[in-house]
């Protein structure tokens, strides 16, 4: 079984995606979505995009490994009156339930990067993209000094080391990673281009609730918590985050958030 399944059914990263809403519909405006594609989101949480996608008139399967989430989208969907937008379970290093070549569009923001066994997702991505499709990624960026992988650093400092043979996710934020994998899926470098964007995280509370949240909701920083209150250091983790949240926020007021992170974008032509 795909470790990833217990970690993001831990917590509500629902909670966590409230505050991506705005800068979900922003990206998708991005991506030039046609009624006329057929899309496969993957890692799609609760719809942050899918539904954004659906609202452009394109049919949109969500595929995400908690069931949870995927629970949510369909219950998002439903309840926008989205019937071109459905949501299942499934695991991104095996799409053995899809066919291949069957759609024009795989994006996946923030989400299949955090599966195991890359090669097998990069493999899977080009196999049910039809040809001429493109697959779009948003991956973190390792050593970025904005707030994602800000947050995924400080939490690692209090966390267990990762098993033998763990691949950091953030490895598809490394633009020389993302060419192998691809390339191993049969994608010539030529048909891969890059571009570094801005997604912002916006909520009407402060930096501290935000920290809070998640504390409470997000699976890997619940993790980092759980870690570091057997070791007594939660006050200071929570201290850290508290900062990093509070110097990066560029909202004019304090109880309010603006915190921008940079990813980067990725294309791949098919």
Not at 87 to 103: I, M, N, S, V
Request: hydrophobic fraction near 40%; glycine fraction near 8%.
């Amino acid at each position: 079984m795909n470790p990833n399944k217990a970690l993001w059914e831990k917590g509500d990263f629902t909670r966590m995606a409230e505050t991506m809403r705005k800068s979900g519909e922003e990206l998708v405006a991005k991506l030039d979505i046609t009624p006329d594609l057929e899309i496969l989101e993957l890692g799609c949480g609760d719809g942050t995009t899918a539904l954004p996608e659906a609202k452009r008139g394109a049919k949109v399967l969500g595929v995400d490994i908690a069931s949870n989430l995927v629970a949510a989208g369909n219950r998002r969907a439903q309840e926008q009156g989205l019937t071109n937008c459905t949501f299942q379970e499934g695991d991104a290093t095996d799409l053995r339930e899809l066919p291949d070549q069957a759609f024009d569009r795989i994006i996946s923001i923030f989400g299949v990067m955090f599966a195991p066994r890359p090669f097998d997702v990069a493999k899977e991505m080009v196999r049910v993209t039809r040809p001429g499709g493109k697959i779009v990624m948003g991956n973190w960026i390792p050593g970025d000094p904005t707030l994602v992988a800000q947050i995924l650093r400080i939490s690692s400092a209090y966390t267990p080391p990762p098993p033998e043979g763990f691949v950091s996710p953030m490895l598809w934020g490394v633009e020389e990673h993302v060419i192998e994998r691809f390339g191993a899926a049969g994608i010539s470098r030529d048909n891969i281009s890059f571009m570094r964007d801005t997604f912002t995280f916006y909520a009407d509370y402060s930096p501290t609730e935000f920290v809070r949240m998640f504390r409470e909701y997000y699976g890997p920083t619940m993790n980092a918590f759980e870690a570091a209150e057997k070791n007594g250091k939660a006050a200071e983790l929570r201290e850290e985050l508290e900062n990093l949240f509070n110097s990066q926020n560029t909202s004019p007021t304090p109880d309010t958030l603006s915190i921008p992170a940079i990813y980067l974008r990725v294309t791949v032509q098919c």
